[in-house]
């Protein structure tokens, strides 16, 4: 039997985690879940491009990932999104939904999709 990789299986946890809250009502802890979720991931594509790793604080991940002229556009569309604040009426954009933020990310930097979201187009 194959197991998953440990960065794929804690991002799959937050997403299912964050997906329950949503659920209930929770979308400040769901936004939360999303970004933890991103963090995995550019943890494990840091560590395969050889990029010097900040931490796990996903968001300084995600700052890092924003500095590179080199990361993908699609990807630095999704970090901007993942780090934009949300509006007075504790909102994000229409359109912008964080966990497809962190499947695009994923699909991006590294080829792979993450369970229970759909797959993203570029």
């Not at 500095?67 to 569309?77: C, I, Q, S, T, V």
Request: hydrophobic share 40%; proline share 9%.
């Amino acid at each position: 039997m194959n197991e998953k990789p440990a960065w794929k299986a804690a991002a799959e946890e937050e997403i299912r985690l964050g997906l329950e809250e949503r659920a209930r009502g929770m979308e400040g802890r769901a936004r939360v879940r999303a970004r933890r979720a991103a963090g995995h991931i550019l943890g494990e594509y840091f560590r395969r491009a050889g990029i010097p790793d900040p931490g796990p604080n996903a968001y300084k991940r995600l700052r890092v990932l924003l500095a590179r002229p080199d990361a993908p556009a699609e990807a630095r569309r999704a970090a901007h999104y993942l780090t934009m604040k949300v509006n007075l009426d504790l909102q994000l954009p229409p359109g912008v939904d964080l966990f497809t933020e962190a499947q695009r990310l994923c699909h991006s930097l590294l080829g792979e999709s993450l369970a229970p979201l759909p797959q993203v187009q570029p």
